[in-house]
Each structure stands twice: as structure tokens, then as C-alpha cells.
């Protein structure tokens, strides 16, 4: 969860090629889309029976909204509330349906080495990147952050017992805005199914899961070009897949010249940059919507040269990296899948995992 309002740029994070190839189908395309998480969310289902399809939208839009609420980070919500109590040093309860998503970061959390923290809230927060309006646009305070950094609050200092979270450091404030669409996405997909729907594609500003098929062709999916306008490349879907991108276009300032975005490095507290190269986004194609999200973050704060190690612990194959100068830096299994729309293509350099 970022921001509440952002420009929706549709054409951005789904491209659906030749939209009604099928001329002889009954079937055809119900969508809708709103904005939630701070982002665009788009709904797509290819079906034949158009009062299903408008029953599943409105009923995934409800669950979909209540999730924004549950999980909110800075308005009053039943996150904040936990987090009060945390800070206070007291136990708190955790509502049932958050219990999984906590389980899961927690879980993430270790395999990302903590690149993946969800407890750095507070840090998010002396950024100003949990605000309705714009973000701050001068860097905190260094001392301010170095102060927050030293506290060194992790997942791991929270404990959970049925639906009772207590943590060891009051410093540790969960912030679930690297992870909470791709969940919220897996949750709405599972919904859809159990209605009945089985060819669809829910997007959450760039954080996607497709399910079978666009008609007799498979989904094709956009990956948005960080540094302009259009669509960057594009990847067709296999049956059930997701497909997350972080970037550092999605919230930030400028300070004396230089971009000031919401990935955090939760080993300096400063947003994370690149080494050799300035990252500029991060995708990820995994089975489950929640892990790839948490991947996307992780391997954005761990740069070149970690990025490699974190995919191997995450168990994640298909990783595009692109870097501030628009040069592309890929696995081999995502080359493999990849055709740029981008002409002329950009620099691409294939790096295999260890
Ligand atoms: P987006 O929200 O644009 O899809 P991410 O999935 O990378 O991008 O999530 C970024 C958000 O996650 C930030 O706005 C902040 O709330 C939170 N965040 C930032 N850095 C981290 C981090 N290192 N670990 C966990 N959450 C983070
Ligand atoms: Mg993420």
C-alpha cells in the first residue's frame, strides 16, 4: 500500500494483444478497474456467461476494498491498532484473516536474509511514503534515520500464537506494502475460482496473476518501461502464473538531482541503489502472487551484486532487472520468455544463478 490516488496508466501494466481475435467465441472480455492500494487495480475475465463475470468483479471489489482497510498502514485500521500495541510494548491481536499474511512475511522475510522487512514502518514512515500527499521532498534527517537503522527492527522479533503477536522491540512497526497486493491478488484469484471463473487476470499496478487463457490464446503481459512511456517487453502467461514488478517510478522525490524512491534498504535506511548500476525496477515471475511481491522488493534492495543469491534462497527463476540507463539484466529462463516492444531493443545481458 503506497498512495491512495495515482494517474491509472492502463496501457502500462497489462497489454492484451488482439482483443476480439476470436470473432466466432460468445465469449468476450469483462473488466473493470478502480483504484486501491494506492494503485490502479484492473479485473479482466474472459468468459462467455457475462452475468458470472459481473457477479465475480463486484464480489472480488468488496473483498478487494476490505483488504485495503484491514491492512492500511497509516490510517486508521486494524494494523494501525496492532501496531500501537507493539509499540507500546503490549500484545496484540491479530484479526483471523491477517494471521496468513503475517505467517507468509515472516516467512519471506527470513528467505529474502531480511532484505524483505516488513517491520521497518517506521523508517517507510520518516520517509514519508505513508501519507495520503505527496511524499516528503527532502531526505530526512541522516541522524534521524541512522538512529531508526540501529534500532534494527526484523520479523523475527515478533512472535505469533494463535491470533497474540508480541515483539521483543518496540521499534518494530509492520508496514505489509510490499506484499499486500501480491497477496490480496492471490486471495481474489482464489475467489474467482471457487465462482466459477478460470480465465482471468487481476492486476494491482503492475503486481498480476493470470489464470488460463484469453480465448484460444494465452494471456500476454506488458512490462512497463521504467524510464518512459509504453511498454517495455511482454511475456505470455502459462495457465497460472503471476508476475510482479518494483519500481522506483512508483513513489518518490528528487533532492539535488538525485531520486529518492519507496524500496528501502532496511541495512542503511536509505532507498535502495544499485552498486555498479542504479536499479530502476525489478520483475518476477512466480507461481503465487504474495512471494513474488516479496521477491520483487527483496531482490530490488539487494542490487547487483546480491540480487543472485536472493533468488537462489527464494526459490525465484524468471528475474528481469532494468537499471536506470535502460539496460536490461535477465536470467536465462526469462530471456527465454521475453520479446521486447521497445524498439530499438535495449542492452541485454543474460546472468545465469549460481
Ligand atoms: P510497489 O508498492 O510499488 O508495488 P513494492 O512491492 O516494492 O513496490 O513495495 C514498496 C512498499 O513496500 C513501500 O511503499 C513500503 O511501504 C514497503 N517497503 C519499502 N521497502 C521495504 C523493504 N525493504 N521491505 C519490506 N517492505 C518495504
Ligand atoms: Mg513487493
Known amino acids: 500500500m503506497t498512495v491512495p490516488v495515482k494517474i491509472p496508466r492502463a496501457w502500462a501494466v497489462l497489454l492484451i494483444l488482439a482483443l476480439n481475435a476470436c470473432g466466432t467465441q460468445p465469449a ?33 471489489t468488496a473483498d478487494l476494498e476490505k483488504m485495503h482497510h484491514e491492512w492500511h498502514a497509516w490510517h486508521d485500521s486494524p494494523l494501525t491498532r496492532l501496531n500501537k500495541a507493539l509499540a507500546a510494548g503490549q500484545p496484540g491481536t491479530v484479526p483471523p484473516p491477517m494471521i ?26 520518516v520517509w514519508g511514503f505513508q501519507q495520503d500527499d505527496a511524499p516528503n521532498s527532502t531526505p530526512p534527517d541522516a541522524a534521524r534515520i541512522h538512529a531508526l537503522v540501529t534500532q534494527q527492527p526484523t520479523m523475527q522479533d515478533l512472535t ?23 497477496y490480496a491478488v492471490d486471495l481474489a484469484i ?44 511482454s511475456i ?25 524512491h519507496h524500496i528501502i534498504d532496511p541495512r542503511t535506511g536509505y532507498p535502495a541503489r544499485g552498486l555498479a548500476s ?47 540507463k535502460g539496460n536490461v539484466t535477465m536470467t536465462p529462463a526469462m530471456a527465454e520468455r521475453v520479446r521486447f516492444e521497445l524498439k530499438p531493443a535495449p542492452t541485454v545481458s543474460i546472468v545465469a544463478l549460481p
Open 160 to 182: 505469533l500464537a494463535q491470533d497474540q503477536i508480541t515483539s521483543r522491540n518496540p521499534h518494530a512497526q509492520l508496514d505489509f506494502g510490499a506484499i499486500a497486493k501480491g
Open 190 to 233: 482464489e475467489k474467482l475460482r471457487t465462482l466459477g471463473i478460470h480465465n482471468a487476470i487481476i492486476n494491482a499496478g503492475g503486481n498480476l496473476r493470470a489464470i488460463g487463457t484469453h480465448g484460444d490464446r494465452p494471456w500476454r503481459i506488458g512490462i512497463r518501461n521504467p524510464r518512459g512511456p509504453g511498454v517495455l517487453a
Open 278 to 324: 542504479v536499479t530502476a525496477s525489478v520483475t518476477v515471475i512466480y507461481p503465487d502472487a504474495a512471494t513474488a511481491d516479496a521477491a520483487s522488493t527483496a531482490l530490488f534492495v539487494a542490487g547487483p551484486p546480491r540480487w543472485r543469491d536472493i533468488a537462489k534462497k527464494m526459490d525465484i527463476q524468471y528475474i528481469m532487472i532494468v537499471d536506470d
Open 100 to 125: 496468513p499474511l503475517l505467517q507468509k512475511s515472516i516467512a519471506l522475510s527470513d528467505a529474502s536474509d531480511g532484505l524483505f522487512n516488513p517491520a521497518i514502518g517506521k523508517l517507510i514512515n
Open 236 to 260: 505470455e502467461a502459462r495457465g497460472d502464473e503471476s508476475m510482479l514488478t518494483s519500481g522506483d517510478y512508483e513513489r518518490f522525490f528528487e533532492y539535488q538531482g538525485k531520486r529518492y
Open 28 to 60: 468476450q472480455l469483462h473488466q473493470r478497474q478502480f483504484l486501491l492500494f494506492g494503485t490502479l487495480v484492473d479485473i479482466s475475465i474472459w468468459s462467455a456467461d457475462k452475468k458470472k463475470a459481473e457477479n465475480a468483479i463486484a464480489q472480488i
